[in-house]
């Protein structure tokens, strides 16, 4: 292939109308300064005096210092683990799970299997296009919203949806991390759905799989070597409009900060966690109780990153509103009801803007 030249029309032709995505930048350009077109607004990054990176796992911190909790799951039944779990919901927004039952090794096969399909000839990975993609239910794709983005995040990503419920509904996707995508949600799936009970004991309320796991999805997230990363950003802040996910992120690079107050705290890997966090959903059904939190990934001068995903929803047709049993001392409704294929729509039709959306569903 010709060499382009670097200019901001040029890359994105390249990256976004080309379909080669920020891989294929990388692969083939190796720009070593950053394209203009990744470098994001001044407001919109986010600098080092921002960043809380004390926040260690386990062992003693300073007190002021906040911590991701990390909770041991090995006994469901313990109470403990129920305490810590809703505790964590209602105000961190985050939380790490480990002895969930998914192996170090099942973990390492996945993130092969991921890493396999950006592996992948260009053509071959160009035929899951988002708009043009062989299979209903798979679909590959850069940045965000690469096609209304000011500014472009630096990954790439591919995302399936589950759909159980049809025979050979992962036909058509890609050969290469196939076995391994299904087997994943044959593994979350079961773990998603005891928080979720957790979350609505808590509550009072029953457990509805069809409005806390009607829709199942996994985002495959790639992150390849930037030449400049504090000008960049790997995924732009914003909240999960799902109910719960549950993520498996890098096990050696740190790049994910969740909100608190003013500033980002990082999330560090922990080997074989799995990092859980709340999503909109969940929120607008607790009546605000628990915390569907502002979070980014930060982009990696030296190595590239691969994470998983994996989002529990409403069904599309599913009305969502604060819980009955949410509503504690006669306080009132927060959010009005919302059907969560709206919900989306309104979502995803927008670039990353800063506001959140589930400020657009709230009463006065």
Same mark, same amino acid.
């Given at each position: ?79 403990? @683990? ?6 964590? *919901? %209602?105000?961190? +927004? &985050? #939380? ?7 192996? @170090? ?6 993130? *092969? %299997?991921?890493? +396999? &399909? #950006? ?246």
């Amino acid at each position: 292939m010709a060499p382009i030249g670097l200019t901001d029309m040029a890359i994105t032709d390249f990256v976004v109308n080309q379909r080669h995505g920020v891989k294929g930048l990388v692969d083939v350009i190796s720009p070593k300064t950053l394209p203009s077109c990744y470098i994001q607004l001044p407001e919109k990054r986010v600098t080092s005096e921002k960043l809380i990176m004390e926040a260690a796992t386990t062992g003693k911190s300073a007190l002021s210092t906040p911590m991701i909790p990390v909770i041991d799951v090995s006994d469901w039944k313990d109470p403990n @683990v129920a305490v810590e779990i809703c505790r964590a *919901a %209602a105000t961190l +927004g &985050f #939380f790490q799970i480990v002895n969930h039952g998914f192996s @170090v090794d099942e973990q390492n096969k996945l993130r *092969a %299997a991921g890493r +396999g &399909f #950006f592996d992948l000839p260009t053509e071959e990975k160009k035929r899951y296009w988002e708009g043009s993609s062989v299979s209903e239910t798979a679909w590959y794709m850069t940045s965000f919203n690469p096609y209304k983005e000011a500014k472009l995040e630096w990954r790439d990503y591919l995302k399936f949806e589950y759909l159980s419920d049809q025979v050979d509904f992962a036909a058509t996707w890609p050969t290469v991390c196939r076995d391994e995508v299904v087997n994943h949600s044959n593994r979350m799936k079961p773990i998603g759905s005891k928080i979720l009970e957790i979350l609505m004991n808590n509550l009072n309320a029953r457990m509805e799989e069809q409005t806390l796991m009607g829709t199942l999805r996994l985002n495959v997230n790639y992150y390849p070597e930037c030449p400049d990363p504090k000008l960049t950003v790997g995924t732009g802040r914003h909240c999960d409009i799902n109910t719960l996910t549950l993520l498996l992120q890098d096990d050696i690079i740190g790049s994910l900060y969740a909100r608190y107050g003013d500033k980002w705290l990082h999330i560090p890997p922990v080997m074989g966690a799995i990092v859980v966090n709340i999503g909109d959903m969940l929120q607008i059904l607790s009546n605000d109780r628990y915390k569907s939190v502002e979070h980014l990934v930060m982009a990696s001068r030296f190595l590239s990153r691969i994470s998983f995903a994996y989002y529990c929803g409403p069904s599309y047709d599913s009305v969502i509103e604060p819980l009955c049993e949410g509503i504690e001392n006669g306080e009132k409704p927060l959010y009005k009801a919302t059907m969560y294929s709206d919900y989306m729509k309104y979502y995803f039709a927008r670039p990353r803007t800063g506001s959140k959306a589930i400020e657009s569903i709230k009463l006065p």
